[in-house]
């Protein structure tokens, strides 16, 4: 049941979000040098999920560092790839999301910190997808669940962590050769 209490910090919440918004857009610090036609994801974004994927992924993960940062390496150039193949309204929405996470004044309505996701501790991070997944306002939930789907499927969507799952793969077919 929603409440006054409810409805009017989510007003205020909404209120502060643009008004930061309107900010980040106008502040020197967001005239970034344009990226290439084919990359999506900044250095900065990329960096972002290397500090949440380990949340999303916690316990399944290799414990071998080396092996580690290759399969979040592979996780994130798939996570590249599949927003190449985003309608482009959900293109955007992913961007300007990465961009309030890069952005301090935006970053501390997302995420009530104003340090980088980089230098919290898993335990912070763990918090703040938390409080997304779990939030009353639909933005945060959006923004969750984009995240979460996008790590999924971009890890999982690789056999060779279906074990994780104790999923053999699709059933073979039997082929019976041709009918007579």
């Given at each position: ?6 409805l009017l910090?989510?007003?205020?919440a909404g209120a ?5 918004r309107h900010?980040w857009?106008n502040?020197?610090e967001y005239?970034?040098p344009?990226?290439?036609?084919s990359?999506?994801?900044s250095r900065?974004d990329?960096?972002?999920l290397?500090?949440?994927?380990p949340v999303f992924?916690n ?8 092996t580690?940062?290759q399969?979040i390496?592979t996780?994130?150039?798939r996570i590249?790839?599949?927003a190449?193949l ?14 309030s996470?890069?952005?301090?004044a935006?970053r501390?309505?997302l995420?009530?910190?104003a ?6 501790s898993i ?5 703040i997808?938390?409080?997304?997944r ?6 945060l939930n959006?923004a ?8 999924m499927?971009s890890?999982?969507g690789d056999s060779?962590?279906?074990?994780h799952l104790s999923?053999?793969g699709p059933p ?6 041709a009918?007579?």
């Amino acid at each position: 049941m929603l409440t006054r209490r409810a409805l009017l910090v989510g007003a205020l919440a909404g209120a502060a979000t643009l008004a930061g918004r309107h900010y980040w857009r106008n502040s020197a610090e967001y005239q970034l040098p344009p990226l290439p036609a084919s990359s999506f994801l900044s250095r900065v974004d990329q960096e972002n999920l290397a500090a949440l994927i380990p949340v999303f992924l916690n316990g399944v993960l290799s414990s071998n560092e080396t092996t580690r940062h290759q399969e979040i390496a592979t996780v994130i150039e798939r996570i590249e790839a599949s927003a190449q193949l985003l309608y482009p309204r959900t293109r955007d929405e992913l961007r300007e999301l990465f961009d309030s996470l890069n952005h301090a004044a935006t970053r501390i309505i997302l995420t009530s910190q104003a340090a980088s996701i980089t230098t919290l501790s898993i335990d912070e991070r763990d918090a703040i997808l938390k409080q997304w997944r779990d939030s009353f306002l639909a933005l945060l939930n959006t923004a969750y669940i984009g995240i979460h789907n996008l790590v999924m499927a971009s890890f999982y969507g690789d056999s060779q962590h279906w074990h994780h799952l104790s999923y053999d793969g699709p059933p073979m077919v039997r082929d019976y050769g041709a009918s007579s």
